[in-house]
């Protein structure tokens, strides 16, 4: 028999070693989106002087009073100003609060001595959609006080919510001082924060870029513009109120778009209740009236209601390579319809790329269904018709498979090709079909 002899303290220190690695691992998992920000006010670490902000107060960046070897921000309040008395500051450019539980931060102050535990502030995280508050009390002066604020039941007085803080973000810390009543002191007006520490949320979608396939979470940044309403669902956009108002409209901004090299084209998918006039529009930035590219129908280029529909727009005879933003409309300047649903349309997969791989065709192939998807090995697809021909497009205009099975019923084998969203474009007779496959 043979015996195996291991030294107890080495399987100890290899238990623990895999104990670390998995504890990094956990850090690395819960940390891919949030990131842990501590904000120390001194030089090259702190926030702009651009962004301190006040109403009421006066803020700098300041020696602390407590140690010459260190920088605080300072808030030198206007006493019977009320809640109008406040300071803070923006939190630094690219960053956002999201989905924060907690904020801590040292404060020191000067002479609350003899009113410990009685003069408040409010701490509050304001955004373009509202805001969340906190009230604490100070302890008195003479030391440092950690104040740790929980903003995860941010609920009714002394806190207030006015947005949801599980999915707003968040881009100014403000420091309310008192209230309506007013300091003793001359002394009693200043505070002294540092040591800032808070974590971000979801980083920022960067800007949209093309094809707009509404399948990640940053696809929201295709807005509804001039009364209609979008919605994200099901890998599509949904849109209402086509007909609010003249010029109705979605967009969305983008880098410059180049016209200039091969034979450019837009295509866009469409379903609806009706029939419609699909116009698109290039333009740069919010400049919605000059230098602009626009591709207005004189009929309806929309005409299979009920059915998914690819329009395409040509744009083989444009060079321009400045065009930063796309909008799109329904029916401008047409009224509101009679029934609130003949307004509602789908889209999806606004596609920018080689003009002759995209679907030129006005009339869709009937019952066109593609399983499972996302697929994995194979992919199989059906349609109320004999299929001509069909060829698998990567989203850059690139062919990477293509069929003709003269078939209603066939499959591709998908398993050579790498992870992402492509588009399957059917030809049926006259009639074409594009639809999108995720693997």
């Keep these: 028999m043979n015996y195996i002899f291991i030294n107890i303290a080495t399987l100890n220190l290899l238990y623990m070693k895999n104990l670390y690695f998995l504890f990094i691992a956990l850090l690395t998992v819960m940390f891919i989106n949030a990131q842990t920000t501590t904000i120390t006010f001194e030089d090259g670490t702190s926030v702009d002087s651009d962004d301190i902000v006040g109403g009421g107060s006066t803020q700098a960046v300041v020696v602390d009073p407590t140690d010459a070897t260190n920088k605080v921000l300072s808030i030198d309040y206007n006493p019977g100003s009320g ?34 535990g009685t003069f408040g502030y409010l701490f509050k995280l304001e955004g373009s959609g509202g805001n969340v508050e906190q009230s604490f009390l100070v302890d008195g002066a003479g030391a440092w006080q950690t104040i740790t604020l929980d903003f995860s039941t941010c ?32 002394d009693d007006e200043i505070i002294y924060i540092d040591d800032l520490t808070y974590t971000t949320g979801d980083a920022a ?7 707009v396939t509404f399948t990640d979470t940053c696809s929201s ?85 009920g059915q998914w529909q690819t329009i395409v727009y040509d744009m083989t005879n444009e ?9 799109i409309f329904f029916d401008a300047q047409m009224a509101v319809s009679a029934d609130a649903a003949d307004d509602v349309f789908m889209i999806d997969d606004i596609t920018f790329g080689e003009f002759a791989s995209l679907s030129t065709s006005n009339v869709s192939i009937s019952d066109v269904s593609v399983y499972p998807n996302p697929a994995k090995d194979f992919v199989n697809i059906s349609a109320g018709e004999k299929i001509d021909s069909a060829t698998i497009y990567d989203l850059t205009g ?5 069929s003709n099975p003269n078939k209603e019923i066939f499959n591709f084998n998908i398993s050579d090709l790498s992870n992402g969203v492509y588009l399957v474009k059917l030809n049926a007779g006259d009639k074409e079909s594009t639809v999108k496959l995720i693997k």
């Design 83 to 116: 809640w109008d008395n406040w300071g803070g500051f923006l939190i630094p450019e690219g960053a956002s609060l999201m989905k924060t539980d907690q904020i801590s931060f040292r404060i020191w102050t000067p002479d609350h001595g003899a009113n410990a």
């Design 155 to 186: 609920v009714g007085s002394p806190g207030n919510c006015n947005v949801d803080n599980a999915s707003q973000q968040f881009n100014k810390l403000v420091l309310h001082h008192w209230g309506g009543s007013n300091p003793s002191s001359s």
């Design 205 to 211: 979608c960067p800007t949209q870029t093309y094809p």
């Design 221 to 305: 940044q295709v807005a509804a513009a001039d009364g209609a309403a979008i919605s994200f669902a099901d890998g599509y956009a949904t849109v209402s109120n086509t007909n609010a108002q003249d010029w109705t409209n979605i967009q969305f901004d983008h880098a410059a778009l180049d016209l200039s090299s091969g034979t450019k084209g837009f295509s866009v998918r469409v379903k609806g209740p009706r029939a419609s006039k699909v116009f698109f529009k290039l333009q740069v930035g919010g400049n919605c009236c000059s230098n602009v590219i626009e591709r207005w129908p004189a009929e309806n280029n929309y005409t299979t209601p």
């Design 319 to 327: 060079s321009a390579t400045d065009k930063t933003k796309t909008v």
């Design 398 to 402: 690139r062919i990477v498979k293509r």
